[in-house]
């Protein structure tokens, strides 16, 4: 079983500016004080919970010896929600990095949503094992950690002792930026608290594989 230390972390710094938007139909921000990023939720997942992506896709092509850019649309949606022992599991279909996944050499037309288990025990977020059952009880085995919230600039998170790369946090404009950078390839996703992952980017090392998803819309579960 992996599991990130439920740490508690010192306040964060007064004064940080950061982005709020608590659904799609308002486009309004301000900053957030200390309290109120504490407070807020930084991945509010429940199920009918709705996030609409503008991605734009940049690929080498081998027939064509050329660099290809593509934009799509793409939804990241909570199918459903179960909880039980302190721990909720999501099943969540069209998870970002599902992106990062296209391979137009293999005859796909484009991405392919697939679903994933994200759990959720207490503020610790974390990926469920694959190929867990559909409608098991939520278990922690298995699992791989992602973070706790709240989080702080700077700090670097690693799912365990075994594991050479980790996480690595950094302020920005939205909220928190937590990147995660081996040899080949690095991903970002950019929490945005009350909203959630307000902007995800893949980029291959080498060969050109670039994925940028921004959030266009978000709507609330239930």
Same mark, same amino acid.
Request: aromatic fraction near 10%; charged fraction near 20%.
């Given at each position: 079983?992996? *599991? *990130? ?24 921000? $301000? ?13 509010? *997942? ?10 734009? @896709?940049? $690929? ?21 929600? !179960? ?18 996944? =296209? +391979? $137009? ?13 994200? *759990?959720?025990?207490?503020?610790? #977020?974390? #990926? ?18 992602? #973070? ?13 002792? %075994? @594991?050479?790369?980790?996480? $690595? ?10 990147? #995660? ?7 970002? =996703? ?6 959630? @992952?307000?902007?995800? !980017?893949? %980029? !291959? !090392?080498?060969?050109? +594989? ?13």
């Amino acid at each position: 079983m992996t *599991l *990130l230390a439920m740490t508690r972390f010192a306040p964060l710094v007064l004064g940080l500016g950061l982005g709020f938007a608590a659904c799609s139909s308002s486009s309004t921000k $301000r900053p957030l004080t200390t309290q109120e990023m504490i407070a807020a939720d930084p991945l509010p *997942l429940a199920k009918g919970a709705k996030w609409t992506y503008a991605v734009t @896709v940049k $690929r080498y092509d081998v027939a064509t010896d050329k660099e290809t850019t593509s934009t799509l649309e793409w939804t990241t949606e909570v199918l459903d929600a !179960h909880e039980a022992n302190g721990v909720t599991a999501y099943r969540v279909k069209g998870w970002p990095s599902d992106l990062a996944e =296209f +391979n $137009r050499e293999t005859g796909q037309a484009g991405p392919v949503p697939s679903e994933k288990t994200l *759990l959720r025990s207490g503020n610790s #977020f974390l #990926f469920g094992a694959a190929g867990a059952a559909e409608g098991a009880e939520p278990s922690l085995d298995g699992a791989e950690g992602w #973070f706790s919230w709240p989080v702080i600039d700077g700090q670097k998170i690693c799912p365990s002792a %075994e @594991v050479v790369y980790c996480w $690595r946090v950094s302020s920005v404009e939205s909220g928190y930026a937590l990147s #995660f950078v081996t040899g080949p390839d690095e991903q970002t =996703f950019e929490l945005e608290p009350g909203t959630g @992952v307000a902007r995800y !980017h893949y %980029e !291959h !090392h080498g060969t050109i +594989n670039e994925v940028d998803a921004k959030l266009v819309s978000f709507t609330k579960g239930k």
